[in-house]
């Protein structure tokens, strides 16, 4: 069982930055990738980033690449999503979800946070 909590969210002007992160709870998260989606109101729930178990490979989605950077530290038992350039449309509840492979699919996904509201005003 993993248990994740995001925090970091916030209100932000465009062209500003906020970092997030996801703490995990138990030992094994080094054995888990981790991926970041989002979910704006009224739409559904769409894939922002992915992160492999050692980090060595990271995988964006091309409305963010460039702009957002997904790491972890295994020791900390955190990933994190830096965002910059931060856009009106980037406005969301950011997830942070564990899975046993990477993906672009939330279904592969066993374990999610509660979300963290990023607010973008342009």
């Known amino acids: 069982q993993v248990q994740l909590v995001e925090s970091g969210g916030g209100l932000v002007q465009a062209g500003g930055s906020l970092r997030l992160s996801c703490a995990a709870s138990?030992?094994?998260?080094?054995?888990?990738?981790m991926g970041w989606f989002r979910q704006a109101p009224g739409k559904e729930r769409e894939f922002v980033a992915v992160?492999?178990?050692?980090?060595?490979?990271?995988y964006y989605a091309d409305s963010v690449k460039g702009r957002f950077t997904i790491s972890r530290d295994n020791a900390k038992n955190t990933v994190y999503l830096q965002m910059n350039s931060l856009k009106p449309e980037d406005t969301s509840v950011y997830y942070c979800?564990?899975?046993?492979?990477?993906?672009?699919?939330?279904?592969?996904?066993?374990?999610w946070g509660q979300g963290t509201q990023v607010t973008v005003s342009s």
């Open positions: 979800g564990a899975g046993p492979r990477g993906s672009y699919y939330q279904s592969v996904y066993d374990y």
């Open positions: 992160i492999s178990r050692s980090g060595s490979i990271t």
């Open positions: 138990g030992r094994t998260f080094s054995s888990y990738t």
